[in-house]
Nanobody, 115 residues
C-alpha cells in the first residue's frame, strides 16, 4: 500500500528552482509530523526539513534561506520549494511522515542540479 507519493523532481541548472510535492491520505495529514529527507549517491539519508501538523518548521543548516517546506492539510499535500539550487543538492528526495510508532516513506524523486 502506497501512503506517500512524491513528484516534481528533475534536472535543473545551478541557481535554478524546483518545487517538490508529496501527496498523502487525510489520516496522515491530520496529525503526523512530516519531513523531507534526501540521499546523495554513496551517502546516508539526511533530514532536509520538517513541519508539524500545526505548521512549525525546521531546516538543515545547508538549506536554510533557500528551501521552504509547506503543508496543506485540507488538500493533503506537502511541498518543498527549493531555490538557488547548488550541485550539492543533487540527491533523491523522500517524503516522510511520522505519527506515534508509525513511520512512512515515499518512493523518492530524483533532483539533479547540473549545468
Amino acid at each position: 500500500q502506497v501512503h506517500l507519493v512524491e513528484s516534481g523532481g528533475g534536472l535543473v541548472q545551478p541557481g535554478g528552482s524546483l518545487r517538490l510535492s508529496c501527496a498523502g491520505s487525510p489520516r496522515i495529514f491530520r496529525t503526523y509530523e512530516m519531513h523531507w529527507y534526501r540521499q546523495a549517491p554513496g551517502k546516508q539519508r539526511k533530514l532536509v526539513a520538517g513541519i508539524t501538523s500545526g505548521g512549525v518548521t525546521n531546516y538543515a543548516d545547508s538549506v536554510k534561506g533557500r528551501f521552504t517546506i509547506e503543508r496543506d492539510n485540507a488538500r493533503t499535500m506537502m511541498y518543498l520549494q527549493m531555490n538557488n539550487l547548488e550541485s550539492e543538492d543533487t540527491a533523491v528526495y523522500y517524503c516522510h511522515a511520522q505519527g506515534g510508532i508509525e513511520e512512512l516513506w515515499g518512493q523518492g524523486t530524483q533532483v539533479t542540479v547540473s549545468s
